[in-house]
C-alpha cells in the first residue's frame, strides 16, 4: 500500500484528489495539510511514502517543506511530487532543487495523477523527459556553470555519455538506439550515475548536468 499525505491549502484541491486517490485499492491517504509546518508535523508522524506538495502556502511554503523533509536524517524520507498550476512555475524549479521526484499540474487528468503516485513510489521521477529540460534550461540560462571536477570525475566516459543524453531529454530506449545498448544495459548504468553523483533520480541528476556545466542550453 503507497502511503499519500495531501498538503494544499485550498481544501478542495486536497478533497479532489482524496476521492481520486480513494477509488483505488494500492494507495491510501493517510493524512491532509493546509501548510508547510502542519505538513512537516503529520509526515514525522505518519511516514508518508509520497507527498503532494503545494507551493504557495501562507507561512512555509512547500519549497521550505520539502527542503526540511528531505534534509530531516530519516533514512527513508517520502517521495515529493510538487503541485503547481504552470509547467514552467519557478516555484517547480526551485522544488526539483530543493529535491523533488518531479511535478504535476494541478489540473492533470486522474489516470496522471495515479500514474505520478506509483512512478515515484518506485523510486523514479515525474516528467517527461522533454519537459524537465525544458524546466530546467529556462532556469538556469541566465547563469553561468561552474564545472564541477570532483563530482563528475566519479563517473566513466559512458556513464557521462548517458547523462549527457538524459540532460538533453532522451529516453532510455532513445538512449539505447543512440549508443547501441540494451535498455537494460542504459537503466544499470544510470543506476550508477544516480550512485555515484549522490543524488535522488533522474530529475536530480539533469540538473547537476546543467549545474556542472556537462551540457549547456546551446548543445
Do not use: C
Amino acid at each position: 500500500m503507497i502511503r499519500v499525505l495531501l498538503v494544499d491549502d485550498q481544501a478542495l484541491v486536497r478533497t479532489g484528489f482524496r476521492l481520486i486517490l480513494d477509488q483505488t485499492t494500492d494507495i491510501a491517504v493517510i493524512g491532509e495539510a493546509a501548510s508547510g509546518t502542519e505538513a512537516l508535523n503529520l509526515a514525522w508522524t505518519t511516514h508518508p511514502d509520497v507527498v503532494l506538495m503545494d507551493v504557495r502556502m501562507p507561512g512555509m511554503d512547500g519549497i521550505e517543506a520539502t527542503r526540511r523533509l528531505l534534509d530531516s536524517g530519516h533514512s527513508q524520507p517520502p517521495k515529493i511530487i510538487i503541485l503547481t498550476t504552470f509547467d514552467l512555475d519557478e516555484y517547480v524549479f526551485a522544488g526539483l532543487q530543493a529535491g523533488a521526484s518531479g511535478f504535476l499540474l494541478k489540473d492533470a487528468l486522474a489516470g496522471d495523477l495515479l500514474t505520478a503516485v506509483r512512478t515515484v513510489a518506485a523510486g523514479q521521477a515525474v516528467a517527461a523527459p522533454s519537459v524537465t529540460r525544458r524546466l530546467i534550461e529556462h532556469f538556469v540560462t541566465s547563469r553561468t556553470p561552474q564545472r564541477d571536477e570532483s563530482r563528475l570525475s566519479a563517473l566513466s566516459v559512458r556513464e557521462r555519455e548517458v547523462l549527457t543524453l538524459i540532460a538533453r531529454g532522451l529516453t532510455n530506449a532513445e538512449i539505447a538506439e543512440r549508443l547501441v545498448l540494451s535498455e537494460g544495459t542504459v537503466k544499470t548504468h544510470i543506476n550508477h550515475i544516480l550512485s555515484k553523483l549522490a543524488v535522488r533520480d533522474r530529475v536530480q541528476a539533469v540538473i547537476l548536468a546543467y549545474q556542472t556545466g556537462l551540457v549547456d542550453t546551446d548543445q
